[in-house]
C-alpha cells in the first residue's frame, strides 16, 4: 500500500523560507512521477511544481517567480520542495502525490495525473 507522509510544514513570517518533505512508502520512488499542489478553503487545488521520475524534468507554476525548487532522493524514498521568500499568498494545505504512469522524462500537472496522495502539511505565512 502507498503511503505518503508529508512534513516541514508551518508558521513563517513574510520573506522566509520552509522546507517540506514527503516520506513514501509501500513503492519504489524512482517508478513514480511526483509533485506538490497546495489548497485553500474553497478554492481548487492547483500544482505547485512537478518531478519526473530520474528528477531530470521539473515543471514551476508561473506564479511562482523561481522562488521554490523541487527535489527528490530515490535512495531515501522522499521528496522535497524548498520554499524560498514566501509570501502571505503562499498560505495553504500543500500536498505531496505521486503516478506510475509516466515514463522516466514525463510529469503531470493535474489532479487527475495523480492516484496517489498525502494528507497534507498546513503552511502559514505571516505579513
Known amino acids: 500500500q502507498v503511503q505518503l507522509v508529508e512534513s516541514g510544514g508551518g508558521l513563517v513570517q513574510d520573506g522566509g523560507s520552509l522546507k517540506l518533505s514527503c516520506a513514501a512508502s509501500?513503492?519504489?520512488?524512482?517508478?513514480?512521477?511526483m509533485a506538490w499542489f497546495r489548497q485553500t478553503p474553497g478554492k481548487e487545488r492547483e500544482c505547485v511544481a512537478a518531478i519526473s521520475r530520474n528528477g531530470g524534468i521539473t515543471y514551476y507554476a508561473d506564479f511562482l517567480k523561481g522562488r521554490f525548487a523541487i527535489s527528490r532522493d530515490n535512495a531515501k524514498n522522499t521528496l522535497y520542495l524548498q520554499m524560498n521568500n514566501l509570501k502571505p499568498e503562499d498560505t495553504a494545505v500543500y500536498y505531496c502525490a505521486a503516478d506510475q504512469r509516466y515514463s522516466v522524462a514525463g510529469i503531470g500537472r493535474d489532479v487527475a495525473a495523480y492516484d496517489n496522495w498525502g494528507q497534507g502539511t498546513q503552511v502559514t505565512v505571516s505579513s
Open positions: 509501500g513503492l519504489t520512488l524512482s517508478n513514480y512521477a
